[in-house]
């Protein structure tokens, strides 16, 4: 059964350093989204993405953060300059178009901020 | 703006016994759609069961059903036969109609004892 994919399953990294988040969605889903959980919070949504755009943003998405499909099968969250509070589990998940609308997410990449 | 409220931070319930997780939410809008998600341990977001909103019926996934009152906004989730495999966190979430973000609820741990 296809799945999304998100690589790496954990990151370290020190505050002010830039991230890169990886994620391979489901092949012929054509709508992406990144949803951050904050550890024993609820999951929040940050971002999501249609036709090599954003098609909604929420106001956790500033400036720092960026999403970009750099080929037909990547889709990944740059985080500029990290913050402690950017400690995180962020999630990628897609779904089809045309009324589908169920959204398979991936295993989540948890990033650590030191 | 939506809002999805789950009341029950945790609950517990006996191997092979039934148990009802509640949610409600607040919405302007007539077309939706609900969903539950399990994210056991490991933190994967599994979906569990989705109802459309124009749809009376309420959903059915093998021991996962829900009780969907639409004039109440209500959507709780039943699990009959519960099994040591279903301890997990449970999000409800709702979507509006269209491929739009998730918005869940703070979850419910749930733990299924022998």
């Known amino acids: 059964e296809p799945e999304v994919t998100q690589t790496p399953s954990h990151q370290v990294t020190q505050m002010g350093q830039e991230v890169i988040l990886r994620c391979v969605p489901i092949s012929n889903h054509l709508y992406f989204y990144w949803y951050r959980q904050i550890l024993g919070q609820k999951v929040e949504f940050l971002v999501s993405?249609?036709?090599?755009?954003?098609?909604?943003k929420s106001e956790i998405f500033d400036d720092q953060f960026s999403v970009e499909r750099p080929d037909g099968s990547n889709f990944t969250l740059k985080i500029r300059s990290t913050k402690l509070e950017d400690s995180a589990m962020y999630f990628c998940a897609s779904n089809l178009a045309g009324g589908i609308y169920e959204q398979y997410f991936g295993p989540g990449t948890r990033l650590t901020v030191t | 703006a939506q809002t999805v409220t789950q009341s029950q931070p945790e609950m517990s319930v006996q191997e092979a016994e039934t148990v009802t997780l509640s949610c409600t939410y607040d919405t302007s809008e007539n077309n939706y759609y609900l969903f539950w998600y399990k994210q056991p341990p490991s933190r994967q977001m599994i979906l569990v069961i989705r109802?459309?909103?124009?749809?009376?019926q309420n959903a059915t996934e093998n021991r996962f059903s829900v009780n969907f009152q639409k004039a109440a906004k209500s959507f709780s989730l039943k699990i009959s036969d519960s099994q040591l495999g279903d301890t997990a966190m449970y999000f409800c979430a709702f979507m509006k109609e269209g491929n739009t973000p998730l918005v869940f609820g703070k979850g419910t741990r749930l733990s299924v004892i022998a």
């Open positions: 109802q459309e909103a124009y749809k009376q």
């Open positions: 993405f249609y036709n090599n755009e954003i098609s909604e």
